[in-house]
């Protein structure tokens, strides 16, 4: 994903970066922070996933990449405002609560990292995204929570409304691959579109669950998780899921769990 913000101003955090906590950050502790207003909403493009909006909030726990989460803005005494908390979306019934879907991510070596409490990032709450999943969901179907920020098949009082799945977690993309040495950890493939960060990767050269890190799509560059077993050559595939985790695509336009119906 190469998310664009639409506005004219220049300086916004990017969609898939985060912002550590003040602590670790080295910065005074008078400095301000966030560098971004906390609870402020964003639009943005992207080529393939299209329009969305996105709130830049706080992580009040740690909430794994692309994980469903809540919202609950909570005043700060010290620097008198309200942070938006952000936690991973409880498996109960009847919350009623605002949804998004967390889309920073650490990318450290190694790993795709979840957030950990106290870093903040951006979260959609309207568009088109992979979600954190316990199973592929159908497209054209409602959903729910159904775990601790994931996603499945729709269940009573925890539907997630304002949302529907388009493309399940079946999904595959295919590439050319153009370059990719053994040892390293970027591959240079034919088309990035389709790719997504916490995708699969596999191919002839690419290294065992080989998760995909970041994307260039200047450059049309993959970094994976772990390093190229071999050169790697034919074809590279993005896959949707490894049996375990299951990323379904869904369309969201500010979404909530369901709450009291009575």
Known sequence: MTWKFNDQYMGYLPIESFVPTL???????????????????????????????????KAAGTIRLRALVSFLPVWNATNRNYDWNVVEAANVTLSG??????????????AVNALTIGQWGWFMVTGL???NGTASVA???????????????NAVSKQILNARIVTPATQTVVA??????????????????????????SGTGVGASAICKTIDRNAQV???????????????????????????????????IQGPIT
């Open 176 to 201: 050319n691959a153009i370059e990719g040495v053994s040892g390293g950890d970027t591959i240079r493939v034919s088309n990035v579109d389709g790719f997504f960060v916490g995708c699969y990767l």
């Open 129 to 131: 995204t992979p979600i």
């Open 222 to 256: 993959l970094t994976a998780s772990v390093v190229n077993s071999a050169a790697v050559t034919g074809v590279v595939t993005g896959t949707y899921n490894n049996a375990t985790i299951f990323y379904s695509v869904a369309q969201l336009n500010r979404p909530i």
């Open 23 to 57: 602590a670790l950050s080295g910065l005074p502790l008078t400095t301000p922070w966030p560098p971004i207003p906390s609870g402020l909403v964003m639009a943005a493009e992207d080529p393939v996933w299209g329009p969305g909006e996105f709130i830049f909030a």
């Open 139 to 153: 497209a054209d179907v409602a959903f729910a929570v159904v775990a601790a920020g994931q996603i499945g098949a």
């Open 97 to 110: 609560r605002m949804v998004g879907v967390a889309m920073s991510e650490q990318g450290s070596v190694g």
